[in-house]
T-cell receptor
């Protein structure tokens, strides 16, 4: 158990819908990272938050947004979903900014039908 | 150009033998970090090892070591004394530090199978 909790584990939704993925980091970790893993694109970095502030942005679509709350949990919002958004979405957390020894959650498997 | 290149889609190794998984990277950032992650068939991602661009010595974590050749832009993972539980996908990744924050790049992965 990595200590990073992601919910839900699985999500099936229709095109055009909006979903929210949730991540609770390990106790003491201030950084949260979101990644997408798909067959087409492989592993991609989406966004990083540190202590409530956005610190880095990767290949995150405009239809996607994220935030980190005062209790340090994070949510990734995906809207106007398309079939191509089907993927495994990982959250990871680390103490500092550099992703050293980042621990990953089990992922949320999103299927858009 | 690809930021991270893993040229071995699949590798086989005999149990108890050592194996090297290749990774080359491309960056002009003087301060970068290199990571290896393991993804078993169950799907979770597990951090294995980290090497900073300024680290003089190769990183080691138990049976894992990173063969860092800076001039060649190479960061190969060496797993010693392979175990059946090492069968998994292995991803090489790089962190660049830009003026807008960190960027992370992943390779396409190498599937390692340990043969009894």
């Amino acid at each position: 158990d990595s200590g990073v909790t992601q919910t839900p584990k699985h999500l099936i939704t229709a095109t055009g819908q909006r979903v929210t993925l949730r991540c609770s980091p390990r106790s003491g970790d201030l950084s949260v990272y979101w990644y997408q893993q798909s067959l087409d694109q492989g592993l991609q970095f989406l966004i990083q938050y540190y202590n409530g502030e956005e610190r880095a942005k990767g290949n995150i679509l405009e239809r996607f947004s994220a935030q980190q709350f005062p209790d340090l949990h994070s949510e990734l919002n995906l809207s106007s979903l398309e079939l191509g958004d089907s993927a495994l979405y990982f959250c990871a957390s680390s103490v500092g900014l550099g992703a050293l020894r980042a621990f990953f959650g089990q992922g949320t498997r999103l299927t858009v039908v | 150009a690809q930021k991270i290149t893993q040229t071995q889609p699949g590798m086989f190794v005999q149990e108890k033998e050592a194996v090297t998984l290749d990774c080359t990277y491309d960056t002009s950032d003087p301060s970068y970090g290199l990571f290896w992650y393991k993804q078993p068939s169950s799907g979770e991602m597990i951090f294995l090892i980290y090497q900073g661009s300024y680290d003089q010595q190769n990183a080691t974590e138990g049976r894992y070591s990173l063969n860092f050749q800076k001039a060649r832009k190479s960061a190969n993972l060496v797993i010693s004394a392979s175990q059946l539980g090492d069968s998994a996908m292995y991803f090489c990744a790089m962190r660049e530090t830009t003026n807008t924050g960190n960027q992370f790049y992943f390779g396409t992965g190498t599937s390692l199978t340990v043969i009894p």
